[in-house]
């Protein structure tokens, strides 16, 4: 049987590339920006007080955005992902009716 809505299999495929790409990038980023922020702690806590952030400034304002750029970048990993499930499920259950009505067709002619 052969394979319709090539361009929407493309798509969803697309869809889990992306997010992916977005899930490696932001735990890359959160990461990176934790031990940047580790390492620069005393500074940016010195600006931090100077600007009146408090705490937030420097090493825990860092392990707070690492945290917070990693939840979100899973946030949207798993609703492109979905995205991405979504069409592969519609896909496959037009595929599935279209070899119901194959085989009924099939057993109404026998």
Do not use: H, P
């Amino acid at each position: 049987m052969e394979k319709k809505f090539k361009i929407l299999r493309i798509v969803a495929f697309i869809w889990k590339i992306v997010a992916w790409v977005i899930l490696v990038i932001s735990i890359l980023g959160g990461c990176g920006s934790l031990i940047a922020l580790l390492v620069a702690g005393n500074q940016f806590s010195r600006q931090a007080s100077a600007l009146g952030l408090g705490t937030f400034g420097g090493t825990v304002g860092g392990i707070v955005f690492a945290v917070i750029a990693i939840l979100v970048g899973l946030f949207y990993f798993i609703s492109l992902y979905a995205i991405a499930e979504t069409i592969d499920v519609m896909l496959a259950l037009e595929e599935n009716t279209r070899a119901t009505v194959e085989q009924l067709k099939n057993i109404t002619k026998g």
